[in-house]
């Protein structure tokens, strides 16, 4: 009876002793999904859509990589993808509207993934492809809706193949990414920082509400600017916009004519640096609607005829404008002069503005905006100075009226000492030809101290 105890004992023992040293292994998840053959490009399929939906009735396919996500709650309903690009050609985008949530889940950034075009339509929203499903609006319009919860997953067929989001990324100036061949994809902007008006505030505000979203705007050194939108849904929408410079990541998205740059997570802004405070700013805010233009320092003179530059606010923004629509004059001559500026304690210092025009006729040198700089003028008498003039972008009649552009960064390195920077109209009132207006705003001088 003793033999029989043991031998269970040892038996007993044994099973325990295999049995932890012989863990259950995890079974390893494969990837089994197929792979498809792509027989046509997203170049070609853009080259073949128009600013009208139209039905793709072909059997073919297209590869493309996720780059949008919808897990932080700022894009709804609408994947973004994008081609990987080559040496010889620069990705394209394009986004699919999608009748359903948490894509992410299915949709990782970086995933490649085989796009069904046949019955789908195609169409270019403000420059942009897209590809969705018929949707025909009240008003009896055809354009891309969304493609049903049934049948998103037949069109976008996720491979095995993920790749990290640096491999899809493109660094670029804020100049650099107001392009339409940059809409849909990934791209990162560098060096910048959001302007005042985004400090101390959220993401989203309700009192900023534009369609769901808060509008703030994010700039560079040179002037530019560029949207950046924030979806009432985000879950990072009640934190505050950071007030350092950096990189900011995310898809490059157009309304209209203006360009807005759409993050996908809180994580992809990171803004560590500090602010590129300008030495010298004005921005025109504190100015009075449709008056002759005034404020401290600066001086308005009519060089040729009587019509001065008047100040202007138009949907909450403050500038100056000259405009020659009311005046009958052969030509006229006018000048808005900064304060004396010292450049004394700076070095490398860059001068950017902002310009508009609306109502614009030709583009001529007869009716035009320049820009100047002099080290010695008395505050009253332009033709005793000397003046300098300076190369910079200013809108044109193909510029969409009251869309401001970025004069680029404007070299003064060279000044030391107190400058006075001058903004030159040149324009006609009697040659209806060269009507127009131009319009100035945010004057900047950064520098090195």
């Not at 990837?31 to 490009?41: A, D, E, G, W, Y």
């Not at 009226?401 to 107190?418: E, T, V």
Request: proline letters at 2%; charged letters at 20%.
């Amino acid at each position: 009876m003793k033999n029989i105890f043991l031998n269970s004992f040892f038996a007993l023992s044994a099973i325990l002793f295999w049995s932890c040293n012989n863990e259950i292994e995890t079974p390893k998840l494969e990837c089994t999904q197929p792979n498809f053959t792509v027989n046509k490009t997203v170049e070609k399929v853009y080259e073949l859509s128009g600013n009208v939906a139209k039905q793709y009735v072909y059997d073919d396919i297209v590869e493309a990589y996720v780059v949008s996500s919808d897990e932080d709650g700022n894009f709804f309903k609408s994947i973004s993808f994008q081609t990987l690009a080559t040496e010889k050609m620069s990705a394209i985008g394009f986004s699919v509207p999608v009748d359903a949530s948490n894509t992410y889940i299915d949709y990782r950034v970086g995933n490649k993934v085989y796009v069904k075009l046949k019955n789908q339509f195609t169409d270019l929203y403000y420059g942009g492809l897209r590809i969705g499903s018929l949707y025909v609006s009240n008003a009896g319009d055809p354009t891309i809706g969304r493609i049903s919860q049934n049948e998103y997953k037949n069109v976008l067929n996720a491979s095995c193949t993920v790749i990290n989001e640096n491999q899809l990324v493109e660094k670029l100036s804020i100049e650099e990414a107001l392009d339409d061949s940059k809409l849909n994809t990934l791209i990162e902007l560098t060096d910048v920082e959001f302007t005042e008006a985004a400090l101390g505030r959220h993401y989203f505000e309700e009192t900023n509400n534009v369609g769901g979203s808060t509008n703030w705007n994010l700039r560079d050194k040179t002037g530019n600017q560029i949207i950046f939108r924030t979806s009432s849904y985000a879950n990072f929408s009640d934190h505050l916009v950071p007030e350092g410079s950096g990189t900011v990541r995310g898809i490059l998205t157009k309304f209209g004519s203006d360009y807005q740059m759409m993050i996908r997570a809180e994580k992809d802004v990171v803004m560590n640096g500090k602010r590129n405070v300008p030495f010298f700013a004005e921005d025109f805010q504190s100015v009075k609607n449709n008056v002759n233009f005034t404020l401290p320092g600066w001086s308005n003179v009519v060089e040729k005829a009587t019509k001065l530059w008047k100040s202007m606010v138009y949907s909450g923004n403050g500038y100056a404008e000259f405009n020659t629509t009311s005046t009958t004059a052969a030509e006229n001559v006018a000048w808005l002069i900064s304060p004396k500026i010292n450049m004394t304690d700076y070095k490398n210092a860059v001068l950017s503005f902002r310009s508009a025009q609306h109502d614009l006729k030709v583009d001529s040198p007869l009716n035009s905006l320049e820009v100047y700089v002099s080290t010695n003028f008395d505050g009253s008498n332009v033709t005793k100075a000397k003046w300098t003039k300076l190369e910079a972008k200013f809108p044109n009649i193909s510029t969409p009226s009251r869309q401001f552009i970025s004069s680029g960064g404007i070299d003064l390195s060279a000044y030391s000492g107190n400058i006075n920077i001058g903004f030159k109209y040149i324009g006609s009132g009697k040659d209806k030809t060269l009507n127009g207006a131009f319009m100035v705003d945010d004057v900047k001088i950064f520098g090195e101290k």
